[in-house]
């Protein structure tokens, strides 16, 4: 598939909140793995060349260490080099990002609870992107339950909300009943969980329940299958490389094609620090997969 002339637009678009994004977008997490700054900068700005309105990012998302582990040399936050590379914003971009997990490279991981450390969060992440308002805060939960019911922490960030430091809220990591634990205390415009073709199909029906509920769904990790950070294995999708062979196509692109035909409400975050690897992402926004594909990949 030529990727020369394809932008982002042709995948579509769908609303969160009151802000409308292309339904191709760009995960920020593996832009920190290169010692050298400018190359993020300069993939960063190709993507919004390209089209992307949509950036995910977290304030966690840094190298050294940090989800990727991996890395030298001083530290490299997604969210600076995203401030670098675009500041100042273009209107109609947005930036979403998530606070409930944090990094710290004495600490590493850290899970925030209290209103007092999701405020922290926030202002971390306002602070690294150079904002007065963040456009999308995802609150990312943690495997258990933790010490405070997920109604009050997702209250502490309505409260933010409505004091004007986030414009629109979603969930991270969540299970249908938990969308229902907050539903009246604010807005959710989007649920983020892992999900692909050949990864956690046994939330087909959540991801149909959000579109019921005019709610984004946003896969991370729909490139990488069970993967996640260190990729799909080589066991993972011959149904993926046979329809990909069929239309001349790399696989990735078949994942990120099928991740946008489970519905228009349905938005893709690939990410990548190959500007090859971009412009082949955005492309697949083009591809459209026949019933007979879609059957084929289950």
């Not at 986030?166 to 229902?180: A, F, M, T, W, Y």
């Not at 080589?234 to 990735?252: I, L, S």
């Not at 519905?263 to 026949?290: C, D, S, Y």
């Amino acid at each position: 598939m030529p990727t020369d002339k394809i932008t982002a637009a042709a995948a579509g678009s769908w609303t969160l909140g009151d802000r409308t994004v292309r339904r191709m977008g760009f995960g920020s997490m593996r832009i920190t793995a290169n010692p050298d700054p400018d190359r993020a900068v300069a993939l960063l700005r190709r993507a919004v060349e390209l089209g992307v309105n949509h950036i995910d990012t977290a304030a966690f998302y840094v190298s050294p260490g940090g989800t990727l582990r991996v890395g030298t040399g001083p530290a490299r936050y997604a969210t600076e080099l995203i401030r670098a590379a675009l500041a100042p914003y273009p209107d109609e971009l947005v930036i979403a990002t998530k606070v409930g997990f944090g990094y710290d490279p004495e600490a590493g991981f850290t899970e925030a609870f209290t209103p007092a450390q999701l405020r922290d969060q926030v202002e971390e992440n306002l602070r690294r992107l150079g904002r007065d308002q963040l456009d999308v805060v995802n609150l990312r939960l943690g495997r258990g339950p933790g010490p405070v019911p997920l109604a009050d922490r997702f209250g502490a960030l309505a409260e933010l909300r409505a004091a004007g430091l986030i414009r629109h809220l979603g969930l991270s990591n969540v299970r249908p009943e938990q969308l229902d634990e907050v539903a009246g205390i604010a807005p959710v415009v989007c649920v983020q969980n892992n999900y692909g073709v050949d990864a956690y199909r046994e939330q087909d029906p959540f991801v149909r329940l959000c579109g019921e509920r005019g709610i984004a769904y946003v896969p991370f990790f729909a490139l990488a299958g069970t993967g996640r950070e260190a990729g799909a294995s080589a066991a993972q999708g011959e149904a993926v490389e046979a329809v990909a062979r069929v239309h001349g196509v790399t696989p990735q692109q078949v994942r990120l094609a099928w991740t946008l035909h489970q519905g228009p409400h349905v938005l893709a975050i690939p990410g990548t620090a190959n500007p090859e690897h971009l412009a082949q992402n955005v492309a697949a926004g083009a591809l459209h997969l026949t019933p007979e594909d879609l059957t084929r990949l289950g």
